[in-house]
Nanobody, 127 residues
Framework: QVQLVESGGGLVQAGGSLRLSCAAS????????VGWFRQAPGKEREFAAA????????HYADSVKGRFTISRDNAKNTVYLHMNSLKPEDTAVYYC????????????????????WGQGTQVTVSS
């Protein structure tokens, strides 16, 4: 079992930046890939970014590519989502998710591929 806790959300003006954190606890000695997803009111949960357990492979949704960067510090059991040039359409609850995956470059972008989810953190971007 892995427990995930997101933090770092908040209110920011358009063009601003935020850094989200996803802290893992529990069975963190195993290798796991992590994804960030977001869900706006009235919309389905959508993929934002993912990273392999090694950090050697990353993948982004087109909507965030070039503005968001996913990274991880395995010594701290934490994955980050650095968000720059934020837009009002980035407003959503952001969730991190984890899946055990020992492949060096393995990562996933479908919600159903993930085994564990955090509770989410709200990001609001004002225009």
């Amino acid at each position: 079992q892995v427990q995930l806790v997101e933090s770092g959300g908040g209110l920011v003006q358009a063009g601003g930046s935020l850094r989200l954190s996803c802290a893992a606890s529990g069975r963190t000695s195993s290798s796991y890939a992590v994804g960030w997803f977001r869900q706006a009111p009235g919309k389905e949960r959508e993929f934002a970014a993912a990273i392999s357990w090694t950090g050697l492979s990353t993948h982004y949704a087109d909507s965030v590519k070039g503005r968001f960067t996913i990274s991880r510090d395995n010594a701290k059991n934490t994955v980050y989502l650095h968000m720059n040039s934020l837009k009002p359409e980035d407003t959503a609850v952001y969730y991190c998710a984890a899946k055990y995956a020992s492949g060096t470059y393995s990562l996933y972008w479908r919600p159903r591929d993930y085994d564990y989810w955090g509770q989410g953190t709200q990001v609001t971007v004002s225009s």
